[in-house]
């Protein structure tokens, strides 16, 4: 089974320029110094700080990065990058209305799309269209950057946010805002801890620093039937104010289930935590098993 997803709505910018690697290296929580053409990575864009102004995946062109985002941050991020460009000699188009994107899922996919043994945050041109292995979902998933990706069944949003919840990956606008520090977002493979000054950067080695952060987003599995509601407060024995839930969904497989930021005194594995109204919670770890 290969499972489709449109993902034109994405905000897509090409950064050109002799200055461009240094740049966004300076700009995004990993390492983009490291990367060689046909390489790309997940990072984020922190404001001075420390908090999340998007997350985002860069790819490594020969001459170029490709850098991909939800489109609701396309006009904030866009104005970002141009503020801070000053005397570099970088240049940002934003390529979001003129070119299509697909998301390409399942065991299947790699063999429909002719990739092979693509490893993840790699990219390969296939017949003259850019496909990029990636790590979304809990199963393979490639971003397809063309008009006609391979045949399979379009997913809608509401079967796509069962799926992004049972992996654990945290969205804009749920998980993730101007409000919430990135370390908290279960996010490790979007920071760097090893290279140098970025924008945010003391924000995150401070947090860094001390050994520990107060809150981090887990799994829940939720007693009964029904979807929790989006920022219900999470109460334990050992805490009162023990977390809220970003999103919550009812899963074929794993029945109601929700992603939540949790307080470390009370996010082990296997801890039960009650919902405002009395409803019980099991914390769990993500991807759900």
């Excluded at 002799?18 to 060689?36: G, I, K, P, W, Y």
Aim: negative net charge; aromatic residues 6%; contains cysteine.
């Amino acid at each position: 089974m290969i499972l489709l997803r449109d993902l034109s709505s994405r905000a897509r910018f090409r950064l050109t320029g002799e200055d461009r690697v240094r740049f966004l290296h300076s700009m995004l929580t990993n390492d983009v110094e490291a990367l060689a053409p046909g390489a790309g990575l997940r990072a984020a864009m922190l404001t001075v700080k420390g908090k999340t102004l998007c997350e985002l995946q860069l790819w490594c062109l020969p001459d170029a990065f490709l850098m991909e985002m939800e489109g609701e941050r396309r006009q904030a991020i866009f104005a970002v990058l141009n503020k801070h460009i000053v005397m570099d000699d970088v240049e940002v188009a934003d390529l979001t209305d003129e070119t299509r994107e697909w998301g390409v899922y399942g065991p299947e996919a790699a063999a429909a799309l002719g990739v092979g043994e693509l490893a993840p945050f790699t990219m390969r041109d296939v017949n003259g269209v850019n496909i990029s292995a990636v790590r979304e979902l809990d199963m393979p998933g490639f971003h397809f950057f063309g008009e006609r990706p391979p045949e399979g069944r379009l997913i809608g949003e509401d079967e796509w946010e069962i799926l992004r919840v049972e992996a654990g990956r945290p969205k804009w606008g749920a998980e993730l805002d101007e409000d919430r520090l990135i370390l908290e977002a279960n996010m490790d493979d979007a920071v760097s801890l090893t290279k140098g000054c970025y924008l945010g950067q003391e924000v995150v080695a401070r947090a860094t620093a001390r050994g520990h952060i107060n809150r981090t987003l887990k799994g829940l599995r939720l007693d009964g039937d029904g979807a929790a509601a989006r920022g219900a407060k999470l109460s334990a024995a050992a805490r009162e104010d023990a977390g809220q839930v970003t999103s919550s969904v009812v899963s074929p497989r794993f029945g109601a289930i929700a992603l939540a930021y949790v307080h470390r005194s009370v996010w082990d594995e296997g801890t039960e935590l009650t919902l405002e109204g009395g409803r019980k919670a099991r914390v769990t770890a993500l991807p759900f098993r």
